[in-house]
């Protein structure tokens, strides 16, 4: 999420997302090796934010793992034993630490590594991982980049692509009425992916799109973009941003176009509790009325009463559900390999997503794969659906909002589907 200001447990960490700076581009997947030895233990491991940029997004990841994989394990386990205990490695919101996390959480001898949660971080180690012939499965990774990405059919997530979110994003947008649009995005995968989804979607739309810019976020200020917005006279800016989001919307309520003005959006680096009191201290209630979208993480009422009973601790929600998933999908496609070999339940991740009996709980698709039976897993985030990149053909969108408060509600949620 943001990158200056003030750092919070929910700032932390963040989106959507599904962030950072453009890794590499063409991966060294295609070319991997043999992959884990078979010894019949489903191992597994992740790189997520205990540290840094994205910290408050690694207790719902961490502990939504953890509690899908106790869930797993009171089923009878994976292949007829308990996954053992994760193998964890910070992301830390800085690229060289996560491709070191990586590298210690495969010499760990994991069969499956969860994260990580920012876009740019998962770039900066991915090849690593697939090279290796380790499934890779992140819930927060929504950069479009990844849906072409060259992973060797090791690479998947439960997050939804920003090309599902954008569209919803416009759709809010044009329906508060707007005509003339600004649009801001962190210079990375995510933000940049965003951005112009959102901008392609709002054009079709026949609405004005007056910016359309990106800015470093590790810039000290950002006055100058403030002053763009501004001098563009738009009647609504976007702003796709993480922890440094709360100090640009701070320069945008100073220069006079902010949510008591024009209409304000964010996207999911910004969906937090915490952001009204970030940005205005002493007033939270200066943020009443902006609005945005990510991904579902609270609309599975069953789910986040499991999860809190089992985490009562959890302030946060934003990707939780679709790491429970990553798991969930994991263990069910090692159960329809008969074995924990990489290699093998990797080509049956997409399959168990559709077009069989469908089943909600590990325990109820564990024992219809027993029976033979070709399974479609729904999982807590919603129907996966994993179309042949490995990712959701469909997603489940929340509408946020700030009410007069400054407190954070759920609008509504909406499915976005791909292209067929």
Avoid: W
């Amino acid at each position: 999420m943001h990158t200056s200001i003030r750092r919070s447990a929910i700032f932390l960490g963040a989106v959507a997302l599904t962030l950072a700076v453009c890794g590499p581009s063409g991966g060294g997947g295609a070319s991997a090796a043999a992959g884990r030895d078979e010894d019949g233990e489903l191992k597994l491991g992740y790189v997520l934010p205990e540290t840094g940029q994205l910290a408050f997004l690694g207790p719902p990841q961490i502990q939504s793992m953890k509690f899908a994989i106790k869930t797993i394990n009171d089923a009878g386990g994976v292949l007829g034993r308990p996954i053992p205990a994760v193998v964890s490695g910070d992301e830390a919101g800085q690229e060289a630490v996560a491709a070191q996390s990586a590298d210690r959480v495969l010499a760990g001898g994991v069969d499956a590594i969860i994260g990580a949660a920012a876009s740019g971080m998962s770039l900066s180690f991915i090849d690593r991982v697939t090279g290796a012939g380790v499934v890779q499965c992140s819930g927060s990774n929504t950069a479009p980049t990844f849906t072409d990405y060259d992973d060797g059919g090791f690479y998947f997530r439960t997050a939804p692509s920003d090309v599902l979110q954008g569209p919803v994003l416009a759709d809010v947008v044009r329906a508060d009425g707007h005509e003339r649009v600004a649009l801001v995005a962190r210079a990375d995968d995510y933000g940049r992916g965003l951005l112009e989804a959102t901008r392609d979607a709002l054009e079709q739309g026949g609405t004005q799109v007056v910016v359309a810019e990106t800015y470093d976020p590790r810039a000290t200020t950002y006055d100058q973009l403030v002053q763009q917005v501004r001098n563009a006279d738009p009647d609504g800016v976007v702003v796709i941003s993480f922890e440094e989001g709360a100090q640009i919307l701070q320069g945008l309520i100073e220069a006079g176009v902010g949510p008591q003005q024009i209409g304000v959006y964010g996207a999911d680096g910004l969906r937090s509790a915490e952001l009204p009191s970030l940005v205005a201290p002493k007033n939270p209630e200066r943020l009443a009325g902006m609005k945005g979208t990510a991904p579902a993480s609270a609309s599975n009422a069953e789910y986040v009463k499991q999860l809190k009973a089992f985490a009562p601790e959890l302030k946060e929600l934003q990707f939780a559900p679709q790491v429970f998933d990553c798991v969930t999908t994991i263990a069910l496609a090692a159960e329809k390999a008969k074995s924990d070999d990489p290699g093998a339940f990797a080509k049956e991740m997409v399959g168990i997503t559709k077009d069989g009996d469908k089943c909600t709980a590990f325990a109820a698709c564990k024992e219809l794969l027993a029976d033979g039976k070709d399974i479609d897993y729904d999982g807590v985030s919603g129907p996966l659906e994993f179309t042949d990149a490995g990712e959701p053909g469909q997603a489940t969108i929340e509408v946020y909002a700030y009410d007069d408060k400054g407190k954070l509600q759920t609008v509504r949620t909406e499915v976005s589907r791909g292209e067929e």
